[in-house]
């Protein structure tokens, strides 16, 4: 019924609200209460307790919907029944309605000795609207006969506080005597806390210091820590610091929005400003840890799945916070944080399952910072949960704890990635160092190979030089003699008979040599099986050729294994496929012994793939369809070497080993034939 009255009351014109509030005052001072409220104990003001909290049991609550009712309708006797202890009505001490003004009283009694002064501080700094009514004139046993009012809140300037404090603080003007009554009228658009707590004058400078140094240094900290990972961004260019940096500049603007330092010295002039940066810190700070954790877990590339629900899910809390602070004004939207931050320790537990050691970081961080915001959250919820001056600065330390954690995570992390290239490195250059032994033990058989080719040549043109004297003479003889064998024709057809046997012989004979002198550009079979003389050392070759790049399973894409027992196999340490040397090469069901497919292979890349199948078959003792087979099947994969994009000219011979296109195809034929 009250609040229908001072509904209808508020809905009137500003002439007749005054006429109405009094008729309606009078009418319930007339009207007997329908119960009993326990009265509230005084909160007794003494030198010996320099710091008191209020407890519910110290004060009253009454709630005006209509947020007109004046000060002397309040604090009249009629209205006196209206008030209800805090502690009796078993709810949190919150302002529940936000569109409602709420009226607290509370008495304090100074001792008889000489007092100090005595300040109300309130801790939660986004009241909209908070107005201290204090009796004034002498003390006495009577009511106060006037009351004066000190107006400040979130919704005004910093300069409008009675004392430049991060928190609303109120000197009470507490007089000895007799307890004196006090009414504190609050109002704000979003559910607040009515804590508060009676400081002494002097104990509340020293504590007032140490809150300040406290915070001075929290500040100093993260500012140390973002200095530091934006100077590692610049110089390492890696995107994680640069989103670290940004959740540290979020988290920051939020702490500054929450304890007030902000309002005080950032932006004191703007009571709008400080709402907008309160509202949106918080959405930032999840948007900026969403996009750290992301791409510290690498969660694109390690959990592809989970990666799109958290940009789903944190891109919709956003946009629902945002609607919670721009429409709805509910006061509960921390509750949509539980979500993403949830859904983002999962994936870090995952990713730290997954071999991403510096995740465990992660956890670590995120659990402090849990174990904080339980107790932020008691205090929005109006539960008092082990509430003290440690846990309303937990979350601070658990931030800064986080913050330190995140960045050794980071440090970490890199210094991972560092020493995997490292490692990588070394292997290449072992390699490499392995493959110009092998380049330079080629080029001495090549320059052994030159010398015995310049050593064939000279023989060859002695030998030509020798017999074009020995024919000259023989000619000479012929002409000296032609004489004497025109006398008989049978000598004659005898000489000359000879004469075209030799030469057909010297015909014959330089052919050979240069026969001979082209295969001597060859790599012949005898000097390939120097470098690849067994089996054992063709598979190692290939065994380090397939997997320089690193072991992936071909089942299930893991990247550990161990040895097997075939050798230079591998085999998978969590699906364990046994996978050999040949698996997904040239060789790879090869039907003859290995040197000899190798030096085929060679062969037939040397030769750009114009070398018989036949006669491939006589230098390496082959049935022909044996080699002719094998010879397609390199032929093949030589064409589909030759379109690849990379393609070069002069690259290896080797890099046609790995093309194991032409086993898979004659495979699904085999198969197909099978079916059929």
């Not at 009250?2 to 002439?15: A, H, I, K, Q, S």
Request: charged share 20%.
């Amino acid at each position: 019924m009250l609040r229908w009255l001072t509904c209808w009351v508020g809905g009137v014109g500003p002439g007749w609200r005054g006429a109405l509030l009094a008729g309606v005052a009078a009418l319930l001072a007339l009207a007997p209460c329908a119960a009993t409220t326990p009265p509230t104990a005084p909160l007794v003001a003494t030198p010996a307790q320099p710091a008191q909290y209020l407890h519910e049991r110290f004060y009253s609550v009454l709630e005006d919907p209509s947020g007109h009712l004046p000060l002397r309708t309040v604090s009249s006797p009629a209205w006196a029944g209206r008030f209800v202890n805090q502690a009796s009505t078993g709810q949190p001490p919150n302002i529940q309605h936000p569109h409602s003004t709420y009226w607290l009283r509370f008495t304090v009694r100074a001792e008889a000795r000489p007092a100090n002064d005595w300040y109300l501080e309130l801790y939660d700094p986004h009241i909209g609207s908070a107005t201290l009514f204090r009796p004034v004139g002498p003390a006495g046993t009577g009511p106060p006969l006037a009351y004066d009012s000190v107006l400040t809140g979130a919704n005004y300037p910093f300069a409008t506080r009675p004392l430049p404090y991060k928190n609303f603080l109120f000197d009470l003007a507490l007089r000895q005597g007799p307890p004196v009554t006090y009414y504190l009228r609050l109002r704000s658009d979003t559910p607040t806390s009515f804590r508060a707590m009676l400081h002494s004058g002097p104990g509340l400078l020293p504590e007032m210091s140490l809150q300040y140094w406290l915070l001075g240094s929290f500040y100093g900290v993260l500012f140390i820590m973002l200095v530091y990972n934006l100077f590692l961004y610049f110089f390492l260019q890696e995107k994680s610091y640069l989103y670290y940096v940004l959740y540290v500049l979020s988290g920051a603007l939020l702490f500054l929005s929450e304890d007030g330092l902000g309002f005080q010295y950032l932006w004191p002039g703007s009571a709008f400003l400080n709402h907008f940066i309160g509202a949106a810190a918080p959405v930032l700070l999840l948007l900026a840890f969403g996009q750290y954790a992301r791409s510290f877990l690498d969660t694109a590339a390690r959990l592809p799945a989970l990666d799109r629900a958290v940009r789903w899910v944190v891109s919709l809390s956003g946009v629902l916070l945002v609607l919670d602070v721009a429409v709805v004004h509910s006061g509960f939207s921390f509750w949509l944080y539980l979500l993403p931050y949830g859904l983002l320790y999962y994936v870090a537990w995952r990713a730290y399952r997954g071999g991403l050691r510096p995740a465990r970081y992660l956890l670590l961080a995120q659990a402090l910072v849990a174990g904080s915001l339980a107790f932020l959250i008691s205090r929005k919820l109006g539960i008092d949960f082990y509430n003290n001056a440690y846990t309303v600065y937990s979350l601070n330390v658990a931030f800064v704890v986080e913050v330190a954690v995140l960045s050794y995570a980071l440090a970490d992390k890199i210094k991972g990635l560092m020493d995997t290239t490292l490692h990588t490195q070394r292997r290449l250059l072992k390699q490499l160092r392995k493959r110009h032994q092998a380049q330079d033990q080629l080029v001495d058989q090549l320059r052994e190979n030159q010398v015995l080719k310049d050593r064939l040549n000279t023989e060859l043109e002695a030998l030509v030089t020798r017999r074009t004297d020995e024919l000259r003479q023989q000619n000479d003889t012929i002409a000296t003699q032609n004489r004497e064998l025109l006398e008989t024709n049978s000598l004659l057809a005898l000489q000359s008979a000879a004469i075209d046997q030799l030469n057909r012989d010297l015909r014959r004979d330089l052919q050979h040599q240069q026969e001979a002198r082209l295969q001597a550009r060859d790599f012949d079979f005898g000097e390939f099986s120097q470098l690849y003389p067994d089996k054992d050392a063709c598979l190692r070759y290939l065994a380090d050729l397939k997997w320089q790049g690193g072991y992936r399973c071909r089942k299930c894409g893991h990247e550990k294994s161990c040895e097997a027992r075939e050798p230079f196999a591998r085999r998978c340490t969590r699906c364990r496929y046994v996978e050999s040397a040949t698996t997904g090469t040239l060789l790879q069901k090869c039907k003859f012994p290995i040197p000899k497919a190798l030096y085929a292979v060679f062969l037939l890349h040397t030769h750009r793939g114009r070398y018989a199948p036949a006669e491939l078959a006589r230098v390496l003792e082959l049935r022909p369809a044996t080699s002719w087979a094998f010879a397609q099947k390199v032929l093949a994969a030589l064409q589909r070497r030759s379109q690849a994009p990379d393609f070069d000219e002069h690259e290896p011979w080797t890099h046609v080993l790995l093309d194991a296109t032409a086993e898979m195809e004659q495979e699904e034929l085999s198969d197909v034939s099978d079916e059929a």
